[in-house]
């Protein structure tokens, strides 16, 4: 991992230890209040989001994602990511592989807040990369691709996010 990777996981992690602090101070963080953050301060503060963080680092979406909006983000866990075959993520965070970073992040990311309640009407939606999103909803609930939806709506100031177990790629 380069030195540039590993100085951004340490102030993730730092963030991360200040967010969750401060979630459980105000009921969760989660965008229940008043003072929701954005799609990006919010999986800062969830602490399971690092690799999916560094990743719209690296790709310069940051400003993206933290803009008005809204947006549904199928957002992969650090182990959905870990569970890519070895090498890929370093590749993907290359400055030379930019392109197809954006690609496979903006694959995550749907225009407009889609809710739970919605998701489970769709049979599929299109993506910010351009491409389509196969939705089914069965008997051990919500997949999007094949992925499992973990957690759903978590609300944000600009969005919503639902959790899925697999990194989705165009």
Do not use: C, W
């Amino acid at each position: 991992m380069s030195r540039r990777i590993q100085t951004l996981m340490a102030a993730l992690a730092a963030m991360f230890i200040v967010g969750t602090a401060a979630a459980h101070n105000h009921g969760g963080g989660y965008g229940n209040d008043k003072d929701a953050k954005d799609i990006v301060d919010t999986a800062v503060a969830a602490g399971s989001f690092e690799t999916l963080v560094a990743a719209l680092e690296a790709a310069r979406l940051v400003d993206t994602l933290k803009g008005d909006g809204p947006f549904t983000v199928f957002a992969p866990t650090d182990e959905a990511f870990a569970a890519l075959p070895e090498g890929t993520v370093e590749s993907l965070l290359q400055p030379e592989n930019r392109d197809q970073l954006i690609a496979v992040l903006s694959y995550h990311v749907v225009a407009g807040k889609v809710s739970s309640e919605q998701v489970i009407d769709l049979s599929s939606a299109e993506t910010l990369q351009g491409g389509s999103l196969t939705i089914e909803n069965g008997y051990n609930g919500v997949q999007i691709n094949g992925a499992n939806v973990v957690q759903a709506d978590i609300e944000t100031s600009n969005g919503v996010i639902h959790v899925i177990d697999e990194v989705l790629l165009p």
